[in-house]
């Protein structure tokens, strides 16, 4: 199972960047997927995750309403859509295929089945 992640980059605050993740070998049917990140001297968060199953998602609260969480199960990619950045978004961000329990999938450390390698998202104030 291989997750390449793309699409991030410099953006400033109040700007928008989407991010990708396609994964080969793997289906999201039977699994949730999710966004983590990894600011700098900060512990691993999950940011979304969601089961394309059903649709159900979760999202950290900081993030709610300015982050969108999508897939496309077809191409087997998700996406992560993220708008009105704030500098506090800076951080590395993985994609990861875990557990069909989003909220647990996204909020327990260790029980992502595979990663990405990351993408590296700056916002400048």
């Known amino acids: 199972v291989q997750l390449v992640e793309s699409g991030g980059g410099l953006a400033q605050a109040w700007g928008s960047l989407r991010l990708s993740c396609a994964a080969s070998g793997a289906s999201f049917d039977d699994s949730a997927v999710g966004w983590f990140r990894q600011a700098p001297g900060k512990k691993l968060e999950g940011v979304s995750c969601?089961?394309?199953?059903?649709?159900?998602?979760y999202y950290t609260d900081s993030v709610k309403g300015r982050f969108t969480i999508s897939t496309d199960n077809a191409k087997d990619t998700v996406y992560l859509q993220m708008n009105s950045l704030k500098p506090e978004d800076t951080a590395v961000y993985y994609c990861a295929v875990g557990p069909p329990v989003p909220d647990y999938f996204c909020t327990v450390d260790g029980v992502g089945a595979y990663w990405g390698q990351g993408t590296q998202v700056t916002v400048s104030s």
């Open positions: 969601t089961t394309s199953s059903d649709g159900d998602t």
